[in-house]
């Protein structure tokens, strides 16, 4: 059975970082971070290809945040730092079947973890 554990969120003043852990079962394809305020879609964060060789990241989030992962501990990273008070959100890691010409959209994956709230004050 495929499971994703997010892990790593919490409250951090601007400015400052966060690392999220996601830890997975089964060999997928893109894993990403996906992140959803209350009342706004989800959207995509940052995607990583299997073997790490490709990495996608919203505008929103560039120079600022780094998806890596560790395929021997079946564990995929965000590492946010420069945090705004806009990335306040649910973070949620996700895991492809397949593969995806459109790595940071909702549609491309299959399976999801049950997030991880990240809150960031002014």
């Known amino acids: 059975q495929v499971q994703l554990v997010e892990s790593g969120g919490g409250s951090v003043q601007a400015g400052g970082s966060l690392r999220l852990s996601c830890v997975y079962s089964g060999y997928m394809f893109n894993k990403g971070w996906f992140r959803q305020a209350p009342g706004k879609e989800r959207e995509g964060v940052a995607a990583i290809s299997p073997g790490g060789s490709f990495t996608y990241y919203a505008d929103s989030v560039k120079g600022r945040f780094t998806i890596s992962q560790d395929n021997a501990r079946n564990t995929v990273y965000l590492q946010m730092n420069s945090l705004k008070p806009e990335d306040t959100a649910m973070y949620y890691c996700?895991?492809?079947?397949?593969?995806?010409?459109?790595?940071?959209?909702?549609?491309?994956?299959?399976?999801w973890g049950r997030g991880t709230q990240v809150t960031v004050s002014s």
């Open positions: 996700a895991a492809a079947s397949d593969t995806s010409s459109y790595p940071l959209r909702t549609s491309a994956y299959r399976y």
